[in-house]
Nanobody
């Protein structure tokens, strides 16, 4: 059974930094893409950053140059380093992976971790 467990959220002042972690289990971590999404109050859940098994990364325009996604395959963990945080980054952040099962890509989600950027 695939499980994704996020940690590292919290309250931070504008301009500050946080690092989110997501530990995966029940899957072959190294061969699957990993992603971070976020859902702000009253909005849809949107992709923030993606890292492939080849460590190719992509970012939403709103976080380019401020956020960095990385992965440690030895620890089955994906990270999101968030710098220069803004109030508009306030959201619940979710870890995600897509796993090919019977010719279908199945999405798995963590429980989410709250990030609040406020003075």
């Amino acid at each position: 059974q695939v499980q994704l467990v996020e940690s590292g959220g919290g309250l931070v002042q504008p301009g500050g930094s946080l690092r989110l972690s997501c530990v995966a289990s029940g899957m072959n971590f190294s061969i699957n893409p990993m992603a971070w999404y976020r859902r702000a109050p009253g909005q849809s859940r949107d992709v923030v950053a993606v890292i492939t098994s080849w460590r190719t990364t992509t970012y939403a325009d709103s976080v380019k140059g401020r956020f960095t996604i990385s992965r440690d395959n030895a620890k089955n963990t994906v990270y999101l380093q968030m710098d220069s945080l803004k109030p508009e980054d306030t959201a619940v952040y979710y870890c995600n992976t897509q796993i090919l099962q019977a010719s279908t890509r199945v999405n798995y989600w963590g429980q989410g971790t709250q990030v609040t950027v406020s003075s």
